[in-house]
């Protein structure tokens, strides 16, 4: 019988400096107001000179195994999901792997920026459904602001830096039922569209430039696809479950703009009650703002077993995806 996973843990992390919209508002023309009208960004957090991606992945990473209550010798895979790894090689996950002293398995990063997240789960998963991991810690953790234009007022706004981090178990299935009641990772969702690279990219790279660049971002554009996409991905998970958006009870959503995550609850006829929204507080984490988000929402005791959650992000690439969890 395959294997399920279940979500057995999670946990993030913040760094301690936080810089308000009127901060921003200082360093290029911008407002408050704007920022809060067109994104519902109230501020962000910034990480302290030295402190990297992977130091920031590490504590979500100790927190969501406290939370699981598990060792790091037990964790048998890492996938970090992430658009600014500490080096270009080796991969951020290495490092992490050596931190959290775990002695076996596999760790590395994954790249699809903000639907990052949704891409590492998805892959943990079926590692795990077929059988070659049995304990995983899935992180979602970003600098962005090392790849900001500080002076671009388009982007700098939008961004902020922290981490999210998940501990999977495999688990035995029970046959499924119709009704999708079954707990775990129901199934995830991948997408991704080329075509549409230049709409959100860096303007370097180590093998265009030898440098890192920095984010550009035709927002108008992504916005547009992001609605579209969002909404195509998400009937296909609920679809292939059986499911209706009826019985979802928390959509967890990227918190890239608030209107976007409003468009798709309404789409979807969820109450404002029913989506967890941080992004007043975190801004646009990219892939470690799903897992923040999640944590958040379990912290609070908003998630509860048995409770149907709907994951769902886009990004850079274009990239999108979505999953539906069991809790
Ligand atoms: O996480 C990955 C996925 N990313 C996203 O999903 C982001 C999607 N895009 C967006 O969220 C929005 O497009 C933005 C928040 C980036 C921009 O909002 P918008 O409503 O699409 O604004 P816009 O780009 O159409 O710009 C409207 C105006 C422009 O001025 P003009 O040309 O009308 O005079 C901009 O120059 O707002 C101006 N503007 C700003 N004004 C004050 C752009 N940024 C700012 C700013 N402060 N920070």
Redesign the pocket.
Known sequence: MMAVSHIVGSGSYLPERVVTNDELARMV???DS??IE??GIRRRHIAAEGELTSDLAYRAALKALEDAEIEAADIDLIVLATATPDNTFPATAARVQAMLGMNKGAAFDLQAV?SGFVYALAVADNFIRMGQARTALVIGAETFSRILDWTD??TC??FGDGAGAVVLKAGETRSLNAAGRERGILSTHLHSDGKLYDL?HTDGGPSRSQTVGLVR?Q??E??RH?VVNLAAVVHEALTANGLTADDIDWLVP?Q??KR?IDGTAKKLGLSPKQVVTTIAEHA?T?AASLPLALDTAVRDGRIQPGHLILLEA???GMTWGASLVRW
Do not use: P, Q, Y
Request: charge should be positive; aromatic fraction near 8%.
């Open positions: 023309d911008t407002s704007w920022i067109r994104t903000c007022r388009s706004v939008l959100l971002m927002g108008r992504v916005f992001a990227h890239a703009n976007i646009n990219s886009m990004g850079g």
